[in-house]
Nanobody, 126 residues
Framework: QVQLVESGGVSVQAGWSLRLSCAAS????????MGWFRQAPGKERVGLVAIDSDGSTNYVDFVKGRFTISKDNAKNTLYLQMNNLIPEDTAMYYCAADSAWPRAWCYPRPEDFGYWGQGTQVTVSS
């Protein structure tokens, strides 16, 4: 079992940067495929990026070049650095761990992830 707690979500203006954190407990999270996701009001949850136990990453196209995932295994913490934020980035952001890991892929598909945090809200105003 893995417990995940996101933090760092705030209201910012377009063009600003923000770093989200996800603190994990209950297991050595570094051995999981971990991911960041978001859900805007009235929309489905979508995957942004995933990172596997070796540090390999997979980003969806619309965040490439703006968002960066990283992790600190010593602190059991996952991060999402978000740069040049736009109003369309407004959403609840979630981190998650793949409960069926290991598998042949580590990609931010929500259906692959069984452990979820409660989310942290990011609001970007123009």
């Amino acid at each position: 079992q893995v417990q995940l707690v996101e933090s760092g979500g705030v209201s910012v203006q377009a063009g600003w940067s923000l770093r989200l954190s996800c603190a994990a407990s209950g297991h050595t999270y570094g051995s999981f495929c971990m991911g960041w996701f978001r859900q805007a009001p009235g929309k489905e949850r979508v995957g942004l990026v995933a990172i596997d136990s070796d540090g390999s990453t997979n980003y969806v196209d619309f965040v490439k070049g703006r968002f960066t995932i990283s992790k600190d295994n010593a602190k059991n913490t996952l991060y999402l650095q978000m740069n040049n934020l736009i109003p369309e980035d407004t959403a609840m952001y979630y981190c998650a761990a793949d409960s069926a890991w290991p598998r042949a892929w580590c990609y931010p598909r929500p259906e692959d992830f069984g452990y979820w945090g409660q989310g942290t809200q990011v609001t970007v105003s123009s």
